[in-house]
């Protein structure tokens, strides 16, 4: 009999939990501004060479990127809001460490 009125008790809290992961899911997709999948790359309006993207990085002119889930593309905007395409080289390992030293966030774009 205990354990049941245990389990009652316990349904609100998950209520609210799914609740809680659901607006959270919602106010994050929001946030992403269009990060969500791989229609967005045609929407780019430029193509920015790696090397000058790498530069923007270090510069800290970048603050948040879509990965594409095969890691051969970025998605960003720049300072005035234009979406630019970068292709990705492929030995670019250092690739996530610089931007997580830079503290950019990074998202992936589903296909």
Do not use: H
């Amino acid at each position: 009999m205990r354990d049941n009125q245990w389990k009652k008790s316990r349904q609100p809290i998950l209520l609210f939990l799914i609740a809680s992961l659901t607006i959270i899911s919602s106010a994050c997709a929001n946030y992403l501004g269009g990060f969500a999948d791989s229609s967005q790359f045609s929407q780019a309006k430029k193509t920015l060479k790696y090397s000058d993207f790498i530069q923007q990085v270090e510069q800290g002119k970048i603050k948040k990127v879509g990965l594409s889930t095969d890691r051969t593309k970025i998605l960003l905007k720049d300072t005035d809001g234009v979406k630019a395409i970068v292709n990705i080289p492929p030995n670019s390992e250092e690739l996530i460490d610089t931007l997580t030293k830079k503290s950019v966030e990074i998202y992936v774009i589903s296909k």
